[in-house]
């Protein structure tokens, strides 16, 4: 399918083959008819992703400090790849669009196959000929209504939100700053609420046009020039000033905002949702007691990935007005002739005419206000699609690993693809993920045969034989069940199972099958862990592991604290420190004892922990991991004490070994948390020439982190070993021990 994508590193836009993206488990998929191009925000996104490295950092300040604070930590080549991995992204543009539903998923009650529904969101109503969506994102259209006025319900809603955020009442005169495409649709929302509108734009086209559609007064601003409007508003107001002002313009100044102050009565209410700047004259804004409101964007639930990513609705009684209520009534409104956009829309382009459509905009000086971008009906189509052709014939070099990746997020594409990239002796063959962009960008950059979005596609691929994993946590069993039973080498990012019942559905396809699988417990394979093991190999007695993990907070919405998808810190983070205490001593946990802070509750407590771990071999493991720090420390440190000696691995950079007086020191340049290693071993394993990590590990690790979560909720130490026997029950005759 066509889709819309911008390269926020170069601000090249682009109008791409990609696979159509995978059905969202909460979601739809649609087929376009129409979507809308909202000239002020997306030029404004333009200009930004067109600036050089300097004017994005000068735009982005707080951005460009987290860069330097991880640089000083984990080294200027990681930090470099991690930020040019963010910068290389391509970006779908468009934000409302309208179409028909043509697959459903299970969890979805409230749509049919069939019907005709308006969509909105950042990276889900794009401009493409298929859009997966939230059911969150998405509302019926209403009889009567077109899907050109329908593929403006998103817009029209931030419009709607904007003017409820203004508390706006019956008779008040307000004043609209900027009457761009929002700002017209607000005049009409405005005018039919019972206010006095009196509307403020550069442009007179606009002006009058916001006349024609019901605004009372307008002026036209001058550039860097407020002319006369406060006192054409005082004239207007009978003196008085107005009740409300709202910011639709979109400005890299302040003078939106002075001029809202300077129009604005005594107690007046100040609404902003247009990107502005906002340094405020306090002077002003105390004299006046104004009150200042930013709105986001179309209503409660949005930038919030519970409502936005997994669909969970706010529950009226509650919240009265979300995103997608905003969105309803909008539509109620275009259908009872409250409001018309049919005045506003002024050009229309086929889809593949967008990319002219983004250059007239850009340049400006057309009239651009409402433009949509229209799309055939055409059979959509799920197959994989060729970025470049194979190298090889079918069956390729013998013992050539063929390779398959399933997912493509930042973690894989700045630290895993560097790698894959450069071995001579894989072949690439297919990516896949949910977005299907993404998937198409990384096989161009990484030299993949094809794209899609669809894993069963892949693992349908007879010539690959090796899967890599590196999805969200929750999809980690049914894709490695689903590999092996296909026959496939796997390698799955950690964690292995987020459940004790999943980790034995995947222990059990493990026994079945004759794939091998390695879990990414990188660490282990660090040339520091294993240069701290061979000094290990020769104790004579029991160990003290001590690591210091300075985890730094995560915001709490992320997805890895959910406990579906992400299983929380201790199951999805914490194990990589199990395994590698797993590896230094060659023992396992067989007792877990953990205690986190407690108190206000400002600090999360999952992931504030200390942790003892009985291993079973007599020695002991202690992990101490937090979230209540500074991510400008350093993250790890690991310290080990036997039999009259001591190795401490500072984050992976360096390390010492004291035994008998003597130090032994080994340092680099950047860090070396073993991803490369793993990779060649995983790789070897495939060949036959490197012996895989014993099962029975891989589930201890995991049943650790059950009884670690466990211990923190009982308060009492929990035996390792009872856990794995309770996923050994539930997986019916598997083995976990």
């Avoid at 006192?231 to 409300?244: E, L």
Wanted: hydrophobic share 40%; net charge neutral.
């Amino acid at each position: 399918m066509k889709q819309v994508l911008q390269s926020y590193k170069t601000g090249d836009l682009t109008l791409d083959e990609v696979p159509v993206p995978a059905l969202r488990a909460n979601g739809v998929l649609v087929q376009n008819v129409t979507s809308l191009v909202s000239v002020g925000t997306e030029k404004l996104m333009m200009d930004l992703a067109k600036k050089s490295l300097l004017g994005k950092a000068r735009s982005r300040p707080d951005l460009v400090r987290q860069v330097i604070n991880k640089a000083k930590v984990d080294g200027i080549r990681e930090t470099y790849r991690a930020a040019m991995g963010r910068l290389d992204t391509p970006v779908p543009l468009g934000y409302s669009c309208a179409g028909h539903v043509i697959e459903v998923a299970t969890a979805v009650d409230d749509f049919q196959v069939g019907d005709s529904v308006a969509c909105f969101g950042a990276s889900q109503a794009s401009h493409s000929e298929v859009v997966s969506v939230t059911r969150s994102l998405a509302v019926k259209i209403p009889e009567g209504v077109g899907f050109e006025a329908a593929a403006f319900a998103g817009v029209g809603a931030i419009a709607l939100h904007g003017v409820r955020t203004a508390e706006i009442q019956l008779g008040d005169r307000v004043v609209v700053i900027g009457l761009g495409l929002i700002g017209l649709i607000a005049v009409q929302i405005l005018q039919g609420a019972g206010a006095h509108v009196f509307g403020v734009d550069i442009s007179l086209d606009k002006v009058e046009l916001a006349r024609g559609l019901g605004m009372e007064q307008g002026a036209v601003l001058a550039d860097n020039d407020n002319e006369d409007v406060p006192g054409q508003v005082r004239a207007w107001s009978d003196g008085s000033g107005a009740d409300a002002v709202i910011i639709f313009a979109g400005a890299n100044s302040s003078q939106p905002i002075e001029l809202a102050a300077e129009v604005a009565r005594q107690g007046a209410r100040l609404a902003v949702p247009g990107m502005v700047d906002l340094k405020l004259d306090r002077r002003q804004f105390f004299d006046k007691e104004l009150k200042l409101i930013v709105p986001r964007s179309a209503g409660p639930g949005i930038y919030d990935p519970q409502y936005e990513e997994m669909g969970r609705d706010y529950p009226l009684p509650y919240v009265r007005w979300t995103a997608q209520r905003n969105m309803d009534e909008f539509l109620r409104m275009v259908a009872n002739g409250k409001i018309s956009v049919d005045p506003i829309i002024t050009h229309r382009y086929a889809i593949e005419e967008a990319l002219q459509a983004y250059d007239l905009v850009y340049k400006g000086g057309g009239g651009h206000i409402g433009v949509l971008l229209s799309y055939q009906a055409k059979p959509v189509s799920r197959a994989t699609v060729a970025v470049k052709p194979a190298t090889k014939s079918a069956g390729h070099t013998a013992g050539t690993p063929q390779v398959g990746l399933i997912g493509a997020g930042l973690f894989t594409k700045s630290i895993l693809l560097p790698i894959l990239k450069k071995m001579g002796d894989i072949e690439l063959c297919g990516v896949v993920t949910a977005s299907g962009y993404t998937a198409r960008h990384v096989a161009e950059r990484n030299g993949f045969q094809y794209c899609g979005s669809d894993y069963q596609e892949l693992l349908d691929d007879h010539n690959v034989d090796s899967v890599l994993i590196t999805t969200r946590h929750d999809l980690h069993v049914p894709m490695t069940i689903a590999a092996l039973e296909k026959g496939k080498h796997v390698f799955v990012e950690k964690p292995l199972a987020t459940t004790a019942d999943t980790l034995a559905q995947v222990v059990q396809a493990h026994e079945n099958h004759n794939g091998h699988l390695m879990v990414g417990f990188n660490r282990r394979y660090s040339p520091f862990s294993v240069r701290a093991r061979q000094a290990l190999e020769t104790r004579r007695g029991p160990a003290i592991v001590h690591m210091r993990v300075n985890a730094g907070p995560v915001p709490p919405e992320s997805w890895v604290l959910d406990p579906v998808e992400g299983g929380g810190r201790i199951i999805g983070e914490m194990c990589h420190f199990v395994d590698l205490a797993q590896y230094l001593l060659g023992a396992n946990p067989i007792r877990a004892y953990a205690r986190s802070v407690s108190g206000d509750g400002a600090a999360t407590t999952d992931d504030n922990v200390v942790v003892t771990l009985d291993m079973s071999d007599g020695s002991t493991t202690s992990i101490v991991y937090v979230s209540m720090s500074d991510r400008a420390f350093p993250r790890e440190r690991v310290e080990i004490f036997w039999d009259g000696a001591v190795c401490a691995i500072d984050n992976f950079k360096q390390m010492s070994i004291v035994k008998g007086g003597k130090t032994e020191r080994t340092k680099r340049w950047n860090l070396d948390r073993g991803h490369k290693a793993e990779l060649e071993a995983f790789f070897g394993m495939v060949r036959g020439e490197v012996a895989s990590v014993p099962m029975a590990d891989y589930a201890a690790t995991t049943m650790t982190t059950f009884a670690i979560v466990e211990s923190l909720k009982s308060g009492m130490p929990v035996e390792v070993q009872s856990v794995s026997r309770s996923a050994s029950a539930l997986s019916s005759g598997g083995n976990v021990q």
